[in-house]
């Protein structure tokens, strides 16, 4: 391994965080509760889903003690439903789908566009508060008993046949979906409408065109959650027959709706996580991203794709075989943006001057991960293969090495990036490079059995399978142990920084963008004049040129 | 006409004179549509009576969104927004069927 | 947070010309905004992307409709049948008339006629009031015949139909209840978005009165007649829809 890294920071001697940044402009509750400051909001959401990715964590542990065992010995099998259906809630809504968007996006994005704010700051704090709303709703939910439908909420399982708090938690969901509309509706205006002078489409980071068509997925496709989970409650509390088959309805038209978010809310999970590794690799190579218009277009593509193939979620639940046909081959097509992607990430590391600073090992890791997740979706989406491996243990690995692979990876990887602006501070690298690499190895031991245990006929949420399981689910919880560590970590460190970390400076990484130009943390108005955008994205001529011109800081 | 009022810089105001009576003629359309509407269901025309109500409500639609809601002098951009939700409501609309339509189809 | 004094002009850059003094910092721009047209076209455009969301809202309700109509289209004439033609196009014709006087009430804001803008507001507002009073009638005439899907729905109207109307059979009458949910659900669905639009009517009155919106910068009062008319569009569908499912039979 390459002992050089690019880390520059200030002389630590004498060195001091600036003297008035967001942080010490005001302080109390009041004005964290109560501001509309978007790097303050950021923050809030970091806090919040953190403690939900706690408890997600939790319940995953517990499920995969549960699995130790061929019986369903630690818990009933009611109980077992309701872990792995809180997990999913827990995970999908309360922290992969705010993840990127609104912790690292709110912080980064209008420091990135050069603009002082998000279009609409209050809408952004409401954002905040929809979403503790419908983390609350789901919190009383689980504490008085969980529900047990499976995050997808299948009719008329969900509607007629268990007595658990569906309503509650549906209700959840829909408050919750209002936060992901109203963030990216404020991206969407900002982006359109506060780019700083120069600043045009081609000019933007890539990170910003990913949050763009994450965007767009969230304002399109959540309100369609949104009803559906409405005629849920109603089909639920009044029985007015929209699913039920007794009284005439179709539950598929359920899973219709309900796939029609849920598909693109996968790529509203996804897109801007690979928003991240467009930065953090161009960062760590020293290289303009390969392909800045093939990447851009991509993400826009997936977004726009990414509505054509929800179908292929109901492939074995009595569809017609010739619409699954259809949604089979747009499935495939839907591939090929990301591939291209990961295509063009791997072409700017070729040449470039790879260092492996601990964003860039997440990176590494999300690469390896993600292609293997998504070559797996592409064999689900192949009509034959999905009658096989539909509803077992591939598919739990196929979205695991998706989500956790890759856009946990993702997330971990900005958070780490963006850490210095946010805070000021570095984090200690040895510990943080061990977390990184116990996760990489914790990750693969935790979900590689589960292709094995799928494609060999193990079915998914089951509390109890055959015995001949046994050695690959043991392999499975030893890995989510180290996982588990592996995650508890970065909480600890990165805890620790904001006291004893060291001083960061403007610009640790030597990375291009407005946000690396200003000081760390930043000032509440961003900018103490806006910027003018002369330059592509990704120029590290400019910058140089910049450095040498420019006294270095020294914080 | 008299001067028209600028509002917050760049805005040109709707000129006085001229939006009154235009407003009175799209809504004198607007309310003749409804009345073709409800008359064109007591015909008997089978597939056809729905197909034309709908038509009809579309068209009274645009004529709002073109004229009240002013995308007549909206920008691109709004224009594009617009085009996408129908866009996108229309994909829902007509991928769902094809499973809806089809499900009947041959002895699968 | 602690004001700033901002740069009314942008360095460098070639096009802006620098603001009239008079509107240097007028108390409605927003400190994050660097020009007034910048905050109206932000705000247009969140207020746009808004509508686009309510869209998709109803649409999944009207997708649910387009499949059950397909599949029970007997059902549905003989339920459309149950509403009266009379109310609902009175109905239709009173939201209308509320678009038109929206639409009057934007034009005085922006002409800075005080007197002409509250008129048209409390115009609008009265016949929305009128809406959701009729629109209560009818709602309480499902619930005395029994049609209320869930709570008190009854066959019987349909399987012993008053003299002259053909009697259906008894699945097809059974799925009568399917329309009636689509019916409440959507017409309910629309009739909490024009209580939301009252609200925000007499939130605008209460200011206009004040003079906020005719001292130059009246957006608030187009964005809300946005929503207003959105929600007149939506009742453009939902009538024929619902209404106007072959009356001639």
């Known amino acids: 391994m390459s002992a050089t890294t690019i880390v520059r920071l200030p002389q630590q001697q004498g060195a001091r965080l600036p003297a008035r940044n967001y942080l010490n402009e005001e302080y109390g509750l009041k004005s964290w509760l109560l501001t509309v400051d978007h790097k303050r909001i950021g923050i809030l959401y970091l806090i919040s889903i953190t403690f939900f990715f706690l408890i997600g964590g939790i319940l995953a542990g517990l499920i995969r003690l549960e699995l130790l065992t061929p019986q369903s010995d630690l818990v009933a099998a009611d109980t077992y439903n309701k872990l792995f259906t809180m997990h999913g809630i827990i995970m999908i809504f309360l922290f992969l789908v705010p993840s990127v968007p609104a912790v690292i996006g709110n912080f980064v994005l209008p420091l990135m566009l050069g603009a002082r704010d998000l279009a609409f700051p209050k809408i952004n704090l409401l954002s905040w508060y929809m979403y503790m709303g419908g983390a609350i709703f789901t919190l009383y939910a689980l504490i008085n008993g969980g529900v047990d439908t499976g995050w997808t909420f299948t009719t008329p399982l969900s509607t007629h046949y268990v007595n658990t708090h569906v309503i509650t938690a549906g209700l959840g969901i829909f408050i919750a979906g209002f936060s992901s509309i109203f963030t990216g509706l404020n991206f969407i205006v900002t982006i359109h409408r506060m780019r700083a002078p120069g600043m045009t489409w081609f000019r933007m980071p890539l990170f910003v065109w990913s949050n763009y068509a994450a965007s767009i997925l969230m304002v399109l496709g959540t309100p369609v959650l949104a009803i559906t989970l409405i005629l849920v409650v109603l089909e639920r509390a009044f029985g007015i027959g929209v699913f039920d088959p007794a009284k005439g309805g179709d539950p598929l038209l359920f899973q219709h709706l309900f796939w029609f978010y849920s598909h693109p809310a996968v790529y509203i999970m996804i897109l801007p996580g690979m928003g991240v590794m467009s930065e953090v690799i161009s960062t760590f190579s020293r290289k303009k991203i390969f392909g800045y218009k093939a990447v851009a277009f991509s993400s826009v593509a997936i977004a726009v794709f990414g509505f054509f193939v929800w179908e292929h979620h109901m492939f074995i639940m009595g569809v017609s075989t010739y619409s699954a046909l259809v949604f089979s081959l747009l499935t495939m097509m839907v591939a090929v943006p990301s591939a291209i992607k990961i295509f063009n990430w791997a072409a700017t590391l070729y040449k470039g001057s790879v260092t492996f600073e601990t964003p860039m090992l997440y990176a590494f890791g999300f690469m390896g991960l993600f292609t293997i997740g998504g070559l797996t979706g592409v064999f689900l989406g192949s009509l034959g293969m999905d009658v096989h491996l539909t509803e077992t243990y591939f598919i739990v690995a196929h979205f695991h090495f998706v989500m956790v692979g890759g856009m946990l990876m993702a997330y971990l990887s900005g958070i780490h990036f963006w850490w210095p602006k946010i805070t000021g501070r570095m984090y200690p690298e040895q510990l943080s490079k061990l977390a990184a690499l116990t996760t990489f190895i914790g990750f693969i031991l935790t979900f590689f059995p589960q292709f094995l245990l799928g494609y060999l006929g193990m079915p998914r949420r089951y509390a109890a399978y055959p015995p001949e399981f046994q050695v690959l689910n043991v392999l499975s919880t030893a890995g989510a142990s180290v996982l588990g560590v592996g995650y508890l970590l970065p909480i600890l460190y990165l805890t620790w920084s904001l006291k004893y970390g060291k001083i960061a400076g403007d610009n640790p990484w030597q990375a291009t963008g407005f946000e690396w130009q200003i000081q760390s943390p930043p000032l509440t108005e961003n900018f103490v004049e806006i910027p003018v955008m002369d330059h592509d994205a990704y120029d590290y001529e400019w910058l140089e040129h910049r450095t040498k011109v420019e006294v270095p800081s020294i914080g | ?108 | 947070m602690a004001e700033r004094a901002l740069p009314t002009t942008v360095p460098g850059a070639a096009s802006e010309h620098p603001i009239a003094h008079e509107h240097a910092h007028p108390p409605y721009l927003r400190h994050h905004f660097e020009t007034v047209a910048q905050q109206h076209e932000a705000s247009s455009m969140g207020m746009w992307l808004f509508l686009l969301t309510e869209f998709m809202f109803f649409g999944g309700m009207f997708m649910a409709y387009l499949v059950y109509r397909s599949w029970y289209y007997p059902a549905f004439v003989a339920g459309s049948h149950q509403l009266s033609i009379v109310r609902g196009t009175l109905n239709t014709i009173i939201l209308l008339t509320s678009s038109l006087t929206m639409g009057f009430a934007i034009h005085a804001a922006r002409a800075r006629n005080q007197r002409a803008l509250v008129r048209n507001l409390v115009t609008t507002l009265l016949l929305g009031v009128v809406f959701i009073g009729i629109k209560a009638t009818e709602w309480r005439t499902e619930w005395v015949d029994h049609h209320v899907p869930g709570l008190n729905f009854s066959i019987d109207d349909f399987v012993h139909p008053a003299a002259g109307v053909q009697a259906l059979p008894l699945d097809v009458a059974e799925h009568v209840q399917v329309y009636f949910s689509l019916y409440f659900a959507m017409t309910g669905m629309h009739l909490l978005h024009m209580i939301i639009g009252l609200g925000l009517l007499s939130f605008l009155v209460f200011k206009a009165r004040a003079g906020a919106y005719t001292q130059g910068y009246s957006a608030s009062v187009e964005y809300i007649g946005l929503y207003w008319h959105f929600v007149d569009i939506v009742w453009t569908f939902l009538f024929p829809l619902l209404y106007l499912v072959s009356r001639h039979a």
């Open chain 2, 1 to 108: 006409m008299s001067e028209p009022t600028k509002n917050y810089e760049h805005e040109v105001v709707s000129q006085r004179e001229g939006a009154v009576p235009r407003d009175l003629l799209i809504y004198a359309v607007l309310v003749v549509c409804t009345l073709v509407s409800v008359a064109s269901s007591y015909l008997s025309l089978g597939v056809a009576n729905g197909i034309i109500v709908l038509l009809i409500a579309s068209v009274q639609a645009l004529l709002t969104l073109w004229f009240f809601m002013e995308v007549r002098s909206s920008s691109r951009v709004l224009q594009l927004s617009i085009f996408a939700g129908i866009f996108t409501l229309g994909v829902l609309f007509v991928m769902s069927l094809t499973d809806y339509l089809s499900r009947a189809w041959g002895s699968w």
